[in-house]
């Protein structure tokens, strides 16, 4: 026997307009790394459509892990993130879920995405979706192995690390928009009570068209260079900094690098990760609530299901 295996890893951050994706794939590699050191990791593009190679790639693994994001959908054929065709269907099916979610609130399945989803995941390892609302549709698709973990970008959350986490307000904040399912009225009253209540408010944009949808808004916004590596200087080495804003992932960064957030509701990600894991967010156009949480002290307690990642973790032990 070989002494490593073979996988491969749909990294959703190749192809993706969407720098949320790279915060996505940095847990989804440290976790990664960690349960398959001595293996040997294929990568292939999840938000493109896979030629012969890729395909080929994930039929000589032992298993594929598809990761993080808003994979899944009702209508796989339509605007779904995760790029499968009919031959993919036909050709593949080791495919495991490591904390994906549902692409928006929608109506039941069509036969052609259950069709889809049933042939390409594995029907021999437990899947892990983010909340229970990607559980639910998963099961009435008749897809049961499947175990609500959260986002692996909660994993390391644990309530311990979120005591260590400031609760009062700081001095001045950082925020995002979101011009995917963009609010006007609702984000520029948002950008009016950061900039009542901070000093100075810095946006970070995630995609092309934020930052010029964000200026039409609020022309006094300090802009960071659109990167990671931005954003992540800026959370590491401002005196005092709190993170406002709506994309999810950048909320959870700042969580991450022990910044206090609050992330404003815009679709079904934050909603459902709020209910199930106690995500500090707030409802889009619940002004009076984001303003009492900005000035009122604020105790976060995120909690990943400890037991239900330790159980998707352990199918891979050796």
Known sequence: MSKFRQIT???????????????????????????FPDDFA??????????????????????????????????????????LRVLDGLRI?????????????????????????????????????????????????????????????????SPEYCATLPREKAHDVVTTVNTYMPDPEADKRMLEILAKHYGRVHIWVQTAGDWDYARALAPSLVRLAPSLAAFNTLLET??????????????????QLGRRAIIVEIDNRAAEMGRDFGLPTVKRRDFARLEALITGPMPIKVTPPVDRIAEWKGQFAR
Not at 239 to 251: E, F, K, Q, T, W
């Open 238 to 255: 401002h005196p005092s900094l709190d993170y406002v804003g709506n994309r999810l992932h950048a909320g959870i960064r700042a969580l």
């Open 9 to 35: 890893i749909l990294d959703t951050a190749i192809a993706s307009t969407n720098l949320g994706d790279q915060i996505i794939m940095d847990a989804i590699r440290k976790q990664t790394d960690a349960l």
């Open 93 to 157: 099916d080791n495919v495991v879920l490591m904390g994906c979610g549902w692409y928006q609130y929608q109506r039941a399945t069509d036969p052609y995405s259950r069709w889809l989803l049933r042939s390409v995941l594995s029907k021999h390892h437990q899947h892990a979706v983010r909340d229970s609302y990607s559980l639910t549709n998963l099961a009435r698709l008749g897809i049961t192995n499947v175990v609500n973990t959260s986002c692996p970008t909660l994993w390391d959350l």
């Open 42 to 83: 294929f990568s292939v593009a999840s938000h493109d459509y896979m030629g012969a190679k890729s395909r080929g790639l994930i039929r000589k693994s032992e298993f594929a892990i598809a990761s993080g994001t808003n994979l899944l959908s009702s209508r796989m054929w339509l605007r779904a993130p995760w790029k």
